[in-house]
Every structure is written in structure tokens, then in C-alpha cells.
């Protein structure tokens, strides 16, 4: 039976310019700016396990999560009347709550993740229509010509048919390629994988990405420079650590 299990994991929405400041840096930027601010979390947070992204050339999205479990090998034992009534409540869900959202969707049917599709055509339009950036999945999709334009997606494989596909709980914590997430976690991500943001660390991201860019600028001169040597590499990697 679909459950509902809404909780915010956050105290408030935060403020849009710090939404639009995130998403001017990619999610490997992101991950080196946590390493800086939030150490203890270098091993938790973030996808580890591959994503196919149809869309790479697509910017990082930054929203809130909006959380589901789906099957597809069994099918739905809900009566038809029940299941429309759930799937209305479903997309309320979606279509409600602090924005933008991103869909996250964990596949719950074991050794047959990703048997059938959730994601195709109609989803990735109606989603996008009622606010979603784009969804992250270890479960299928499909369509992707047809797919909604500026509509990101990660997913764990591309698949051809529905199966039995049908969402079972939506509102609670679930875990998508490594990453366990609840609803309204903030999250970035763009074709290298996603992470979770803190709300209470978010502010201090933005600062950290560029003080890691200053940090980097260095090596990478010396590195792209027909002038390298083992030497000034050595003197590179002593200016970036002296970097503030």
C-alpha cells in the first residue's frame, strides 16, 4: 500500500540568490567546498554509485528533495479507485512544499532495479509543470527524445517498458545510488552525481567554492604551462596551501 511520511528537514526555505549562487558551480566544486567547510562529511551525503545523465550539457539543479519508492516487478494490489486517489495525492505531494523541488526516487525491487520505468514522456512533463527541475533515480527511464525540454535526469539505466511500475511510499527517508535522502534535504546536482547541502551550511558554500578555485589555480597553471617542472610544481602546490 502507498504511504505518505511528509517530514521537512529543514527549518525554513532559504533564500533564492543562495539557490542561484549554488548552482553556478558544478557538484565536484560543491563536494571540495564541503570538504572545507563540513570535513566530517566527506564520506556521507552524495551519490557514489553511477548515474546514467541523458542531459549533460543541462546546468547543476539546486532544490529540495521530494522523496518516493516505487516497484514494478509486482503489481499494485490497491483497487483502480484507490490507486487514482493515490496517485492524486502523489502529485500534490510533488506539486506542493518549498521550491524548486527535485524528484528523488528510490527502486525498491531488489536484484530488479530498474525493471521497469517510472520516468518517460508524460512524467517528465507533468513533473516539470508542477515545479520539479528533475528527477534522480536508480530506477529506469525512458522516452528521452520525447522527454521534457530542460528536465534533468540521473538515472540508474535507461529501459523500454512500464513493467508493473507504481509508487508505494512517498514523504519518507529513502537511499538513491549511496545517497540517503529525506524530504526537503536541498540538493545539488548535475551529470557527475548529486549531494546534500545542510541548510545550515549552504551559506558558507559558495565562499568555500572559490577559496578552492584560488586553491587550484596555481597547480594548474604550472601543470598546463610548457614551462612545468617537478620543481615548480613543488613551488605551486606550497602557494596553494598558503591560500585563504
Known amino acids: 500500500m502507498l504511504e505518505i511520511a511528509v517530514t521537512n528537514s529543514a527549518p525554513a526555505p532559504l533564500p533564492a540568490d543562495l539557490l542561484q549562487a549554488l548552482g553556478r558551480y558544478d557538484t ?9 567547510v563540513a570535513p566530517e562529511r566527506r564520506l556521507i551525503g552524495y551519490t557514489t554509485k553511477p548515474l546514467v545523465c541523458p542531459f549533460p550539457d543541462l546546468p547543476p539543479m539546486v532544490g529540495y528533495a521530494r522523496t518516493v519508492t516505487i516497484r514494478s516487478v509486482l503489481k499494485s494490489q490497491l483497487p483502480a479507485d484507490e490507486q487514482s486517489k493515490r496517485r492524486i495525492e502523489y502529485y500534490e505531494y510533488m506539486g506542493t512544499g518549498w521550491g524548486p523541488r527535485i524528484t528523488v526516487i528510490q527502486d525498491v525491487d531488489g536484484p530488479d532495479v530498474g525493471y521497469g520505468a517510472f520516468w518517460g514522456e508524460v512524467q517528465s512533463n507533468v513533473h516539470k509543470a508542477l515545479g520539479c527541475l528533475g528527477v534522480i533515480t536508480d530506477g529506469s527511464i525512458r522516452d528521452i527524445p520525447q522527454w521534457a525540454p530542460g528536465f534533468q535526469a540521473l538515472a540508474g539505466s535507461v529501459g523500454p517498458s512500464h513493467a508493473w511500475v507504481h509508487a508505494e511510499h512517498f514523504g ?21 552525481g548529486a549531494i546534500i547541502i545542510p541548510a545550515d551550511i549552504a551559506p558558507k558554500i559558495p565562499d568555500a567554492a572559490e577559496l578552492c578555485g584560488r586553491r587550484e589555480t596555481p597547480i594548474l597553471d604550472i601543470a598546463r604551462s610548457k614551462d612545468f617542472s617537478l620543481e615548480k610544481l613543488k613551488e605551486a602546490l606550497k602557494r596553494s596551501a598558503e591560500i585563504h
Open 28 to 36: 565536484p566544486t560543491i563536494c571540495n567546498a564541503m570538504e572545507v
Open 172 to 192: 519518507g527517508e529513502i537511499r538513491v545510488a549511496g545517497m540517503t535522502v529525506r524530504s526537503d534535504d536541498l540538493i545539488h546536482a548535475d551529470q557527475h
